[in-house]
């Protein structure tokens, strides 16, 4: 129960005074059925009591309601009944109003009022049993109640009793009919606004004119009904209707309202004027009369209805989308939203990226990088405002005057506490000015934010990175995706051409080749690795690079068997296919479909490739090695590993990185690294091949330090594999 207030005094006084006053406000007719003096077509105040009964803010408000109505009945009563008569009459209405006050009650329970507070508006669905209850069963229940109780305590004959029973459901019905919706509808929506609240184009107006001239002719020339001078809008109520449906989309609900109740009360008042001056008015008139305004009435309402609940559902997906859907944290659309509508948008916006979010999600799983992304937007206010932008990646908007050092360096002492877990996170931030609000402005600034992101994260950087003219190129981030894109297509058609690049045996005639792919275009053109490697090595692209590779080739080797100019083929592997255990499945199955094949291959492999997954990696090198391929460490001496890895797996050859070679002949340090790494190869039972051997001035040197192959420039550039010479002698196997 609500406390009592000096504000539910002042509205229980209204109540009684409105309730007291209304039933002397009548709206005369004459019947078409039956005999007598003229009645009250609508009473009013039975429609405030419905109302009140779904409404009721406060219980005592109905209460106190009826009761003043049955005072005022009583006034009634002892004013107007003829003398002796006042008291019995009295008497034989107390059983009729106790009744009644709990078939008012029980109709607003059918319903469905009254309501929370929190839900008390009228909505779609509630629109027919209105109709239904508070139109039809309400005003029933009250004829069957007066017919009940003067049946039994009054002498009126039968017909006496029909006829009155016939006015007192109709002064109900329109009684509800001009008030109970209205109210419910101004009640509950008194603060919305117009369904259609944008400015009226001239075409309305015209459009609205020309409606209302055209109904002020019909007014005029047709024959009014009665001698009221409004007489003919009851013919014309449907056009009527159509005006309302116009108020009803343009008028905030305060005042289209009051405008509803007001037209019905006019056309109920004009039904009344008919009847007194030789308007047929029988029973079935007055019938079809109030159906068809119930139904025009209960349109209009329904017009509102549902033009709110489309307002709300489109406000409230526009909110939806302004909002991560798994986190609830605001977008970038919220971001864009705030900073339309700012007075003052920020001189700088920034970016923060959070590294191993992959890492924290494939530990703790989906609610966790949830968790954590809502943590940082509430761990950084109120000084920043944090906006989603993906998965580790937040806008960060200041509020006011903000130093980005020191939000860099908060965000460093963050802990996430997740699962009985502490998750220290390594941020990187990029900053970049922001010109105006406008969406452009923003754009720009997110790309350059985001690149001077990307930067501090390539570089290491522990202090925000500023956006710099050339720090991020976007044309040159659209481009790397475009050829990654063309890539994978090209990958997925098989347009790639194999070349061969010689590697040569110093100490006799052997040759191996190394496996170069290139993508062949729609045009003609050739890619180059160097032009889609980086993007494919980002991504399981360099996966299906590799898996394409091998298939050309093995179907290359199967057709030309007996021809094959070179002792051993090397192929690259690269670090995600190493790792991947449906690749090692994949390939060793496709060795076992070509036989001869794995004796005549080679597999290179980078230290970088295995770093960390060397259990992952050694089933695949292991499997290799028992079906007859060679194992080759490519880039060798370039990672603090090399040594080891000779100790840890199967290598059978070692290639030295170019980088110590390029410069042997002039650089001391060089010869005396690559003479070290030759020993510690044969250590191993491994061979070396040199790469970048470009003159003959490095080939002398490497012969002096009994490197066992050669490769470079000098030795033999890379040709298209369907060009070696068809007829080339097979060479010895390699040990």
Not at 12 to 36: D, K, R, T
Not at 222 to 235: C, F, I, N, Q
Not at 657 to 686: K, S
Not at 703 to 710: A, K, N, T
Request: include cysteine; proline fraction near 6%; glycine fraction near 8%.
């Amino acid at each position: 129960m609500q406390r009592w207030t000096r504000r539910h005094t002042r509205d229980a006084m209204l109540i009684a005074v409105a309730c007291f006053v209304l039933p002397l406000l009548s709206i005369p007719y004459w019947p078409g059925f039956g005999s007598g003096a003229t009645a009250s077509l609508a009473h009013l105040q039975w429609g405030l009591l419905l109302a009140l009964a779904m409404l009721s803010p406060h219980k005592l408000y109905f209460r106190i309601g009826y009761l003043s109505l049955f005072l005022a009945w009583c006034v009634q009563l002892l004013l107007r009944a003829p003398e002796g008569t006042a008291i019995s009459l009295l008497l034989r209405s107390l059983p009729l109003y106790a009744a009644m006050y709990g078939w008012t009650v029980l109709c607003a329970h059918w319903m469905g009022w009254p309501r929370p507070p929190e839900h008390a508006r009228v909505r779609q669905r509630d629109i027919v049993p209105f109709g239904a209850v508070a139109l039809v069963l309400y005003p029933l229940g009250w004829a069957l109640g007066h017919a009940l109780v003067n049946g039994l305590f009054s002498a009126a004959s039968e017909a006496d009793l029909l006829h009155q029973t016939l006015q007192v459901g109709f002064a109900r019905f329109f009684g509800v009919l001009c008030l109970t919706l209205p109210i419910v509808l101004f009640v509950t929506g008194r603060n919305e606004p117009a369904p259609m609240p944008s400015r009226m184009p001239w075409w309305e107006w015209v459009l609205l004119g020309g409606y209302s001239m055209l109904l002020t002719a019909l007014l005029w020339a047709l024959p009014a009904r009665g001698e009221h001078p409004l007489g003919g809008l009851l013919d014309q109520r449907f056009m009527l209707a159509a005006l309302m449906v116009w108020a009803a989309l343009r008028l905030p609900w305060r005042w289209s309202t009051p405008l509803m109740a007001a037209v019905t009360l006019l056309l109920v008042y004009l039904v009344g004027v008919g009847t007194r001056s030789g308007l047929r008015s029988d029973a079935l008139h007055l019938l079809q009369i109030g159906f068809e305004m119930s139904v025009l009435q209960q349109l209009l309402a329904l017009t509102q209805v549902i033009a709110r609940d489309n307002r709300r559902a489109i406000a409230r997906m526009a909110g939806e989308s302004r909002r991560d859907g798994l986190s609830g944290v605001p977008n970038v659309n919220a971001l864009r939203h705030d900073l339309a509508g700012a007075a003052k948008p920020p001189t700088e916006i920034a970016c923060l990226g959070i590294e191993h979010m992959d890492n924290l999600m494939a530990g703790y799983g989906l609610p966790a990088q949830e968790a954590l992304t809502a943590a940082i937007h509430h761990y950084l206010q109120p000084e920043v405002q944090a906006y989603t932008l993906g998965m580790g990646c937040f806008a960060l908007v200041p509020v006011g005057e903000v130093s980005w050092k020191a939000v860099l360096a908060r965000v460093e002492q963050f802990e996430f506490n997740y699962a009985e877990a502490q998750v220290r996170i390594e941020p990187h931030l990029g900053v970049c000015p922001l010109r105006d609000a406008s969406a452009q402005s923003l754009d720009l600034a997110l790309d350059a934010s985001y690149g001077a992101m990307q930067a501090a994260r390539q570089r290491g950087e522990t202090a925000p990175v500023f956006a710099t003219p050339g720090l991020s190129d976007p044309a040159a981030l659209r481009a790397m995706l475009e050829t990654h894109s063309l890539a994978l297509s090209l990958l997925r058609r098989r347009q790639l051409e194999l070349h061969v690049q010689p590697i040569q045996r110093l100490s006799g005639g052997a040759r191996m080749g190394e496996i170069l792919c290139r993508l062949r275009t729609d045009d003609g053109r050739l890619l180059m690795p160097r032009d889609y490697m980086d993007e494919l090595d980002a991504s399981r692209g360099v996966v299906e690079l590799d898996r394409a590779v091998i298939e050309v080739l093995l179907q290359w080797m199967r057709d030309n068997a007996q021809h094959l100019p070179y002792q051993r083929l090397t192929v690259n592997l690269t670090g995600r296919s190493l790792v991947s255990e449906n690749f090692r499945n994949w390939l060793l199955y496709q060795l076992d479909l070509f036989p001869g094949c794995a004796q005549r291959l080679c597999f290179e492999i980078t230290e970088r490739a295995i770093t960390g997954g060397l259990a992952q990696v050694r089933p695949l090198l292991d499997g290799l090695s028992q079906r007859g391929c060679l194992v080759a460490l490519d880039d060798f001496g370039t990672g603090m590993q090399s040594f080891e890895r000779l100790q840890q797996l199967p290598i059978d050859l070692v290639k030295i990185d170019g980088t110590f070679v390029r410069n042997v002949a002039g650089n001391p340090r060089d010869r005396d690294l690559v003479r070290a790494m030759v020993t510690i190869a044969r250590a191993y039972h491994a061979e070396t091949v040199a790469e970048y051997v470009e003159d003959a001035g490095i080939l002398a040197v490497l012969e002096e330090l009994q490197v066992d192959w050669i490769q470079g420039y000098h030795i033999g550039r890379p040709a298209p594999l369907s060009d070696l010479a068809a007829a080339a002698p097979a060479p010895a196997n390699l040990a």
